[in-house]
């Protein structure tokens, strides 16, 4: 079944608002990651959180896990507008299945 | 900072034509991925690969699809008989764990016409 699906598909804040995106997913996971596409370019990771983790920060990042209700968050704070891109979450089902399930991503636009 | 590289960019290739595509992983990683994005839609996993054999599949990895790692440092994806449908961007990655952490390449968008 396929993992990881973000909401909203695109969200457009002025400089300096946070960008808040979410993301769903369908079966147990050990691991959770928030990549970053920006157009045309190959993904960067930002985030991982394990299953056993709520909430993680990394930076101007902001994670957060519910494992019950099967979700995650992504919180960018104080947007710049080089946050300009794509992102997507993916998940990992177990520590011995090296296949991550991307989501279709969240299209962030920053305004200066 | 290391990266991944791939090589070609881009390649057009004719219908029923063999491509390989290439990658270079970091270089003290151990895991090796493909996977592929067609315009506008998801990130798709190919294949995994470790210790010189490949780890897991999916489904859209058939007889016409191969993966190897000819020496030290190249991994290479091979499309025996490319189909119009397997235009899309390409992209390797590795880790230095399974499945956490991947670094991707840029990609080659593969054109088949």
């Known amino acids: 079944s396929q993992q990881g699906e973000e909401d909203p598909q695109a969200l457009s804040i002025q400089e300096g608002e946070n960008a808040t995106m979410n993301c769903s997913y369908k079966t147990s996971i050990n691991n959770l990651q928030w990549y970053r596409q920006n157009s045309g370019r190959g993904l960067v990771h930002l985030i991982l959180i394990r299953s056993n983790e709520r909430e993680k920060h990394s930076g101007r990042l902001r994670v957060t896990l519910d494992t019950s209700k099967k979700s995650s968050s992504l919180l960018i704070t104080a947007s710049r507008a080089a946050d300009t891109a794509s992102y997507f979450c993916a998940t990992g089902v177990s520590s011995n299945d090296y296949k991550l399930s991307f989501g279709a991503g969240t299209t962030v636009t920053v305004r200066a | 900072e290391p990266e991944v590289t791939q090589t070609p960019s881009h390649q057009v290739t004719q219908m029923g034509q063999e491509v390989i595509l290439r990658c270079v992983p970091i270089s003290n990683h151990l895991y090796f991925y493909w996977y592929r994005q067609i315009l506008g839609q998801k990130v798709e996993f190919l294949v995994s690969f470790y210790n010189n054999e490949i780890s897991e599949k999916s489904e859209i990895f058939d007889d016409q699809f191969s993966v190897e790692r000819p020496d030290g440092s190249n991994f290479t994806l091979k499309i025996r008989s490319t189909k119009l449908e397997d235009s899309a961007m390409y992209f390797c990655?590795?880790?230095?764990?399974?499945?956490?952490?991947?670094?991707f390449g840029s990609g080659t968008q593969l054109s088949v016409l």
């Open positions: 990655a590795s880790s230095v764990r399974g499945g956490e952490k991947l670094f």
